[in-house]
């Protein structure tokens, strides 16, 4: 579904994708991580032709993305966004049936066939009841829920996730993924989530994908790439890696030199590390 | 514990408790009342416009007078003058006021919803000091401006305008792209330079200070059927295509990356809209000077009584913009009879305060 051969961006002078190659089939999630800076966003991007890839290439379908039109890209690809905008004064329903705008030409309206496409969507992310609420005044975890909403109404074969959960709570967190997995099988999507907690991305991602300065460190089961040395060596981080009771997937544990018990300027070890400027 | 947090699986029940009254479609369908009553709105405004003047004309002679001129319905009974004076002063007089009216008040919906900043108006990017220089520079010219019914006022003016415009677009775009931010900093310097080369032209021409500033401050007191004539087409087709741009600007105040992920060519719609408004704002204050605030409040008032949707927003400032000016103008002549206030000072006057307002209720997001 989503095939990306030795694919290489950079902003002006920094490269920042050196050759990224991944392949994402129908109905699997496959977890994008890695340290900040290290070029999972702007894969995303680079993905949806929001910024210009330098070379390689992005194949959608068998299609190549840069032969597509925008419309066309985006009734391929959809993308749940980092910080998701909603904007003042619209309902939770018209922002859904925003997600039908590759369907619509210049002047047309929404029809029938976007709104059962809207009411698919709500229902099958639980937002039937919020669809006449302004979408700007819900919660956190409900924002997110329309979001997802409005990107499944896009009837996109691949979902790409940019930090998906990065503004959650652990509950909501959870239920995110959960919901993404359960739409990967009913629908048949080909799903590639950026995570920054190295453990929940082990727990629903078929396979993780490392990136460590624009370029795979390492790709496969989430048992194979969350190894120690794997992410001392991309995060600058000591970490242990333990088994979920549960699944027995991996959990990774930080290592922290300054426990947080300590006293005055220890700073609680966080799971991702080095922590080296703005995400890119 | 919060097991409840887990998406809950859709219950039949509430899902046909949510209602079909939720399910309707947003945009074009609940529009076509208050679009209706707009228009009657406007209509009444015009005839009352068109009734009001220092010669007392009977209300109902005024109808009977429009009647006969626009559709050929019964006899002339009344003075030839009353005729000439409703035909020839009063009417092009109020339909210039509400033509431009609506004008400034799509285009200021449309740059609040391309830049996505509710400070928006149309002369954010440079018209309005570009249209003031243009037609300082022929005021204060020693050639002749005027012949006969001729002006090149109107022509130079909205030369200016588009000019400063196309300059402040292009020293904002690079690679394809026009940042908002930088696009409003460009039209802030491109502004700033037009204003100081106006005033030096003031300050060296002072003997024709007067003639520049009330051009300046706007008005309709010399409207004429030409002048409609030049404003109408420009208004026609710029408000076209914003109203054909309205869905694509409702999906813009998402996020310019999030309208692009859907599959909106950010970039090219942008252009459209700058063009359309610029190009309608431009022919606008060719005739009618520089009226403030309209392009501001009108389309903030139109949101607070119908909603942010653009699709009812767009024709709805248009109806409310025209009879917004075409009362500001009325006021314009009325309080001072016979002599008249800018019509500028009227829409300030009531802009300013509610401007300040905006500004309390926005100062969290400006940008």
Known sequence: MLEIRDLWADYGDTPVLRGVSLDVAAGEVVGLVGPNGSGKTTLVRTVTRVMPLRSGEVRLLGEDSRTLTRAALARRVAVVPQNPA??????????????????????????????????????????????SRFAHQLSGGERQQVVIARVLAQEAPVLLLDEPTSHLDVGHQMAVMGLVRRLCEERGLAVLATIHDLTLAALYCDRLVLLDRGAVA?????????????????????????????????????????????????RPPSGDGRRDGGER | MRRAQTFPVPDPHTDALAGEEAFALP??????????????????????????????????????????????LGSATWPQTWEEIVWQIRLPRVLLAGLVGATLAFSGAGYQGILRNPLADPYLIGVAAGAGLGATIVLVSP????????????????????????????????????????????????????????????????????????????????????????????????????????????????????????????????????????????AAVS?????????????????????????????????????????????????????????????????????????????RAVF
């Open chain 2, 143 to 282: 050639v002749p401006y005027a012949f006969g019914t001729l002006s090149l006022l109107p022509p130079a003016a909205f030369a200016g305008a588009v000019l400063a415009v196309s300059i402040s677009y292009g020293l904002a775009r690079s690679g394809g792209v026009a940042p908002n931010v930088t696009l409003i900093l460009a039209g802030v310097a491109v502004s700033a330079a037009a204003t100081s080369a106006m005033t030096f032209l003031i300050m060296a021409n002072h003997q024709r200070a007067v003639t520049v500033l009330s051009w300046l401050l706007g008005g309709f007191n010399t409207a004429t059927w030409q002048k409609v004539g030049i404003v109408l087409p420009y208004s026609l087709v710029g408000g076209a295509a914003v109203l054909a741009s309205a869905r694509i600007l409702n999906v813009l105040q998402l996020d310019e990356e999030e309208a692009q992920q859907l599959g909106v060519p950010v970039e090219r719609v942008k252009l459209l809209v700058i063009v359309a408004a610029s190009l309608a704002t431009a």
């Open chain 2, 27 to 72: 945009g074009v369908r609940p529009l076509r009342v208050p679009l209706l009553l707009a228009l009657v709105a406007v209509l009444a405004t015009v005839l009352v416009g068109a009734s009001q003047g220092s010669v007392d004309i009977p209300f109902t002679t005024v109808v009977r007078i429009l009647a006969s001129k626009v559709l050929g």
């Open chain 1, 86 to 131: 909603l904007p003042e004064g619209f309902t939770v329903l018209e922002i859904v049936l925003m997600g039908r705008t590759p369907y619509l030409r210049l002047l047309q309206s929404e029809g029938p066939s976007d709104l059962a496409a809207a009411r698919r969507a709500l229902t099958q992310t639980g937002t039937t009841a919020l669809a």
């Open chain 2, 287 to 363: 005739v009618s000077g520089l009226i403030g605030f309209v392009g501001l409040i009108v389309p903030h008032t139109v949101r607070l009584l119908w909603g942010f949707d653009y699709r009812r927003l767009v024709p709805m400032s248009m109806a409310v913009g025209a009879v917004f000016l075409i009362l500001a103008d009325l006021a314009a002549r009325s309080v001072l009879s016979p002599s008249e206030v800018p019509v500028g000072v009227v829409t300030a006057l009531c802009g300013a305060p509610f401007f300040l307002w905006l500004l309390r209720r926005h100062r």
């Open chain 1, 218 to 266: 390492a790709e496969g089961s989430p048992d194979s790439v969350l190894r120690p040395e794997l992410i001392a060596s991309a995060y600058g981080a000591e970490v242990t890696v333990l088994r979920h009771p549960a699944s027995g997937r991996p959990v990774v544990v930080p290592l922290g030199s300054t426990p947080a018990s300590e006293p005055a300027g220890g």
